[in-house]
């Protein structure tokens, strides 16, 4: 099997575009983008880990009038039973859907206040809280979400827009994959090695295989495990196939060298979910490879973007933060 690549290969001229833009967002005050600005409420629905509002960004036209056609079949399901579970999960998940982040949390809240030991809600309502950068509580509810399912057999959990295909995940499966992407995010990679260990183990197709390997492989390079990482890669080989995971599986393909890294940073084509995902496991890989100015200029470019949901932005903001707080460490007070 091919080994990780270890030396830099990105063509010089990208390098100067992601260079120029990490330049443009110093220049804007280090901030990421924050959307064209409050709805009408004119509360954002997060702030960011420098403290910046979040607003939800514009979507197109056509995406957004089927959203708000969901929402509105969600609330009027809701209306007609406001304590059937899953009219109120749905109400909560189409909200979030639309970037309505404050009011999902809410929805979810609700939930847990009418049906305590549904783990769903705390499921969802910790992923919620990793949007809106609530690290701690997503940690709690995740963690008190696998004290309800444990001994219980696990359950296909639907995907928002369903397909022919299926369920490609299952709720417990999704509660150890939110669960460490929470520590990950926190900066505790061994443990988030092992809730992606937790994660990988319920894996029931390709599509879920991909997305848990791939985050534990760079939670135990973040770790200092190296080795214990490039065994995570082994099962990864060619025959390998997803239906929804192509972004996860490409990093894959970078970390075993099988993919130049110029090739994830290339967004023609792809969504900007897709190109977050992608363009973080290159910054990352330039991180634990020693190239923290490349590493950076790449966060940058992630944290420059519209979107700022994606978890991809999110871990490239949470490490900038860590790289700033780690230089302020090192540099000497004034005397």
Same mark, same amino acid.
């Given at each position: 099997?091919p080994?990780?690549?270890?030396?830099?290969?990105?063509? %010089?001229?990208?390098?100067?575009?992601?260079?120029?833009?990490?330049?443009?967002?110093?220049?804007?005050?280090? !901030?990421?983008?924050?959307g /064209?600005?409050?709805? %009408?409420?004119?509360?954002?629905?997060?702030?960011?880990?420098?403290?910046?509002?979040?607003?939800?960004? $514009?979507l197109?036209?056509?995406?957004?009038?089927?959203?708000?056609?969901?929402?509105?079949?969600?609330?009027?399901?809701?209306? /007609?039973?406001?304590?059937?579970?899953?009219?109120?999960?749905?109400?909560?998940?189409?909200?979030?859907?639309?970037?309505?982040?404050?009011?999902?949390?809410?929805?979810?809240t $609700?939930?847990?206040?009418?049906?305590?030991?549904?783990?769903? @809600?705390?499921r969802?309502?910790?992923?919620?809280?990793?949007?809106?950068?609530?690290?701690?509580?997503?940690?709690?509810?995740?963690?008190?979400?696998?004290?309800?399912v444990?001994?219980?057999?696990?359950?296909?959990?639907?995907?928002?827009?369903?397909?022919?295909?299926?369920?490609?995940?299952?709720?417990?499966?999704?509660?150890?994959?939110?669960?460490?992407?929470?520590?990950?995010?926190?900066?505790?990679?061994?443990?988030?090695?092992?809730?992606?260990?937790?994660?990988?183990? =319920?894996?029931?197709?390709?599509?879920?295989?991909v997305?848990a390997?791939d985050?534990l492989?760079?939670?135990? *390079?973040?770790?200092?495990? %190296?080795?214990?990482?490039?065994?995570? =890669?082994?099962? @990864?080989?060619?025959? !390998?196939?997803?239906?929804?995971n192509?972004?996860?599986?490409?990093?894959?393909?970078?970390?075993?060298?099988?993919l130049? %890294?110029?090739s994830?940073?290339?967004?023609?084509?792809?969504?900007?979910?897709?190109?977050a995902?992608?363009?973080?496991?290159?910054?990352?890989?330039?991180?634990y490879?020693?190239?923290?100015s490349?590493?950076?200029?790449?966060?940058?470019?992630? #944290?420059?973007? $519209?979107?700022?949901?994606?978890?991809?932005?999110?871990?490239?903001?949470?490490?900038?933060? *860590?790289?700033?707080?780690?230089?302020?460490?090192? #540099?000497?007070?004034?005397?």
């Amino acid at each position: 099997m091919p080994q990780p690549v270890t030396r830099p290969r990105t063509a %010089p001229r990208l390098i100067a575009r992601v260079l120029a833009l990490a330049c443009a967002a110093a220049l804007a005050g280090c !901030v990421p983008h924050v959307g /064209k600005g409050p709805g %009408p409420a004119g509360e954002p629905e997060a702030r960011s880990l420098s403290g910046q509002p979040l607003y939800p960004p $514009e979507l197109p036209l056509e995406l957004r009038q089927r959203l708000e056609a969901q929402l509105d079949t969600a609330r009027l399901a809701y209306e /007609k039973a406001p304590d059937d579970a899953d009219a109120i999960l749905w109400y909560g998940r189409r909200a979030a859907a639309l970037g309505h982040y404050r009011e999902a949390i809410s929805l979810f809240t $609700e939930g847990i206040r009418k049906h305590p030991r549904d783990a769903r @809600f705390y499921r969802f309502r910790g992923h919620r809280w990793i949007t809106v950068r609530r690290f701690d509580r997503a940690v709690g509810d995740l963690e008190h979400a696998v004290r309800l399912v444990r001994g219980q057999p696990d359950q296909e959990e639907p995907d928002a827009t369903p397909t022919a295909a299926g369920a490609r995940s299952t709720l417990q499966g999704n509660i150890w994959y939110h669960l460490g992407l929470a520590y990950y995010l926190r900066g505790e990679f061994g443990r988030a090695a092992a809730a992606f260990q937790g994660a990988l183990a =319920l894996a029931r197709n390709d599509d879920s295989r991909v997305g848990a390997a791939d985050w534990l492989y760079m939670s135990l *390079r973040r770790a200092g495990r %190296p080795a214990e990482a490039a065994a995570v =890669l082994r099962p @990864f080989g060619p025959e !390998v196939r997803v239906l929804e995971n192509q972004a996860y599986l490409r990093r894959i393909r970078l970390y075993r060298g099988e993919l130049p %890294p110029d090739s994830l940073l290339d967004p023609a084509g792809r969504s900007n979910v897709e190109i977050a995902t992608q363009a973080y496991g290159v910054g990352n890989w330039h991180l634990y490879n020693g190239r923290q100015s490349d590493a950076e200029a790449i966060f940058w470019r992630i #944290t420059s973007a $519209e979107n700022w949901a994606p978890f991809g932005y999110i871990a490239a903001e949470a490490d900038l933060r *860590r790289i700033a707080r780690a230089q302020q460490r090192r #540099t000497p007070a004034p005397r």
